[in-house]
């Protein structure tokens, strides 16, 4: 398998614009996790999805930020409107239900760094 | 809610030598995950190793081993004859036992291999 997908790789926009963020889940994975890095706050979870049902949103920061997954194959985080203090990376994350004997390992992508000028 | 916290903002180790990442959590969960993940340059997150809070064994893969200490609520990375390629953040991650949960990671320790 190729692994968790994510595009793009560098994004660089301006403020006030759209941006939206692709991951492709490994095959066969149930749950996708959305995380963002920053250097003041670390990685922390924005999003999370369970058979493309979201279960916890409630590390989104607001209404900006909204997330979907229309079928177990992909996901979208959007960003509308951007602000510079969206400049981030962001993570894409999936595991499989009871697999590697119920350690559930996230798989990351290589994630998506956001440029909000 | 849990935490995980790693007072150890850089850490640098000489090739060939041995160091030891430190990362303790607070949870009032009795059974959980622990985990390290490898953050390269690349960006890429890596696990590097993990560990069941009710297996008293300390898990090691190859060069890697943790000591996990249930009671103070501490889980060290040891990296034995460390080499130029481990360079790179390290992160402690925290995940409950109950199914799919979120990892919470620490603030990340970077870690510099001087040849």
């Known amino acids: 398998d190729a692994g968790v997908i994510q595009s793009p790789r560098h994004e660089v926009t301006e403020m006030g614009q759209e941006v939206t963020l692709r991951c492709k889940p490994i095959s066969g994975h149930d749950y996708l996790f959305w995380y963002r890095q920053t250097m003041m706050r670390g990685l922390e979870l924005l999003i999370y999805f369970n058979n493309n049902v979201p279960i916890d949103d409630s590390g989104m920061p607001e209404d900006r930020f909204s997330a979907k997954m229309p079928n177990a194959s992909f996901s979208t985080l959007k960003i509308q409107p951007s602000e510079p203090r969206d400049s981030a990376v962001y993570f894409c994350?999936?595991?499989?239900?009871?697999?590697?004997?119920?350690?559930?390992?996230?798989?990351f992508g290589a994630g998506t760094r956001l440029s909000v000028l | 809610a849990q935490t995980v916290t790693q007072s150890q903002p850089e850490m640098s180790v000489q090739e060939a030598e041995t160091v030891t990442l430190s990362c303790t959590y607070d949870t009032s969960e009795s059974d959980y995950y622990l985990f390290w993940y490898k953050q390269p340059p690349s960006r890429q997150m890596i696990l590097v190793i993990r560990?069941?809070?009710?297996?008293?064994q300390n898990a090691t893969e190859n060069r890697f081993s943790v000591n996990f200490q249930k009671a103070a609520k501490s889980f060290s990375l040891k990296i034995s004859d460390s080499q130029l390629g481990d360079a790179a953040m390290y992160f402690c991650a925290y995940r409950n036992y109950s199914g799919n949960t979120p990892l919470v990671f620490g603030k990340g320790t970077r870690l510099s291999v001087i040849a």
């Open positions: 994350a999936s595991s499989l239900a009871g697999g590697e004997g119920g350690f559930d390992i996230q798989y």
């Open positions: 560990q069941e809070a009710y297996k008293q």
